[in-house]
T-cell receptor
Framework: DTAVSQTPKYLVTQMGNDKSIKCEQNLGHDTMYWYKQDSKKFLKIMFSYNNKELIINETVPNRFSPKSPDKAHLNLHINSLELGDSAVYFC?????????????FGPGTRLTVL | AQSVTQPDIHITVSEGASLELRCNYS??????LFWYVQSPGQGLQLLLKYFSGDTLVQGIKGFEAEFKRSQSSFNLRKPSVHWSDAAEYFC??????????WGAGTKLIIKP
């Protein structure tokens, strides 16, 4: 029973392509996040949705577009991929907006742009 | 500004030895503090958290951490490490804008 799942696990693509990463959680949480982890393991928050509403939208190129069709899903679409987009992307979820709640992470999607 | 500093990029410890990973934070109010662990190729998992009360908190896998307000620190400890503890460890503080502020991580290497 995977709590937070992401597909695909690996994604290798050419520069300029458009790709999507999907995330689903079965924990009944109402808040979901996308993080980017670079090669030095630094974690950077990109977006957060609460009850399908965007609440965190960090300084991210507008080539990145999140979409939350329902509370259990948060997808990330990336247009015109660039070399610098290569990273591991993590989805996470939690209950509510308070920052004292544990975040549950997916296994990550390793994106490689050639 | 809110920030989290993990001064050690990596630490090497012999199996069976004790461990302390350092974390310092900058935050105006009483912080919510977390330690997460990331095993190779995996997502992050919560080890322990501090909100209030007893400043020594116990977590999973035999880890503990101590909150010291006077030093703005929340160091992670384990009395005896196992090879399976080799991982990346992240300290984080709950910020006021719905998100966590993350440290840069400390890579723990275990020598046999």
């Amino acid at each position: 029973d995977t709590a937070v799942s992401q597909t695909p696990k690996y994604l290798v693509t050419q520069m300029g392509n458009d790709k999507s990463i999907k995330c689903e959680q079965n924990l009944g949480h109402d808040t979901m996040y996308w993080y980017k982890q670079d090669s030095k393991k630094f974690l950077k928050i990109m977006f957060s949705y609460n009850n399908k509403e965007l609440i965190i939208n960090e300084t991210v190129p507008n080539r990145f577009s999140p979409k939350s069709p329902d509370k259990a899903h948060l997808n990330l679409h990336i247009n015109s991929l660039e070399l610098g987009d290569s990273a591991v992307y993590f989805c996470a979820s939690t209950n509510g907006l308070a920052t004292n709640n544990e975040q549950f992470f997916g296994p990550g999607t390793r994106l490689t742009v050639l | 500004a809110q920030s989290v500093t993990q001064p050690d990029i990596h630490i090497t410890v012999s199996e069976g030895a004790s461990l302390e990973l350092r974390c310092n934070y900058s935050y105006g109010a009483t912080p919510y503090l977390f330690w997460y662990v990331q095993s190779p190729g995996q997502g992050l998992q919560l080890l322990l958290k501090y909100f209030s009360g007893d400043t020594l908190v116990q977590g999973i896998k035999g880890f503990e951490a101590e909150f010291k307000r006077s030093q703005s620190s929340f160091n992670l400890r384990k009395p005896s490490v196992h090879w399976s503890d080799a991982a990346e460890y992240f300290c984080a503080v709950g910020a006021s804008n719905y998100q966590l502020i993350w440290g840069a991580g400390t890579k723990l290497i275990i020598k046999p």
